[in-house]
């Protein structure tokens, strides 16, 4: 029943996130708005999920996204230097505190466009690993925690 808790709450975050105004795009089928760019706009992506950079660049992140993904990297920082990384209760502690930052992430998110699909892009695989903290089995938690650790360490490779 948590479990369902959390993935509602979590979906209803990413519904309010998500502009109303523009429907949302593909960064990978979006029109590119310089023509100097275009040959470049549609990279290969870089990693699994569709993750890119655009064109050559880095996607430029609004400052509010900017300050919580810090937040989440240095609770996953703060984590790693316990002395008790392994434990049960160390990793369900750490999904409860990385949850609570990614409601600030979705609370906050002002940006639009294919900036915003592309942080999406990012997200998802992260919001499925922070649901396995939450969880019971140990060693699906600890394997979340790792991808975790390596997936917020890659935020600054494709955003700026």
């Known amino acids: 029943m948590k479990n369902l808790c959390v993935f509602l709450v979590t979906t209803c975050l990413l519904a309010s996130c998500s502009s109303q105004d523009a429907p949302v795009t593909n960064p990978e089928t979006a029109p590119v708005t310089n023509p100097e760019t275009a040959h470049t706009a549609h990279a290969e992506p ?8 655009n064109g050559e660049e880095r996607w430029q992140a609004d400052e509010a996204t900017k ?16 002395t ?9 502690e750490l999904g409860q505190s990385l ?9 906050d998110c002002q940006m639009k466009g294919p900036e915003h699909d592309m942080l999406h892009t990012y997200l998802m695989p992260i ?11 140990l060693p699906a938690a600890a394997k979340s925690r790792d991808r975790l650790a390596l997936h917020l360490s890659q935020y600054q490779t494709y955003f700026q």
């Not at 008790?84 to 369900?92: G, I, M, P």
């Not at 919001?127 to 089995?137: E, F, H, M, Q, R």
């Open 46 to 53: 870089a990693t699994t999920h569709g993750l890119a950079l």
């Open 67 to 82: 300050a919580n993904l810090r937040q989440l990297q240095d609770l996953m920082r703060q984590h790693q230097q316990l």
């Open 84 to 92: 008790e990384t392994n434990s049960l209760a160390a990793l369900n």
């Open 99 to 107: 949850q609570l930052g990614f409601k600030a992430v979705f609370a």
């Open 127 to 137: 919001l499925a690993d922070v649901k396995v903290l939450s969880g019971n089995d």
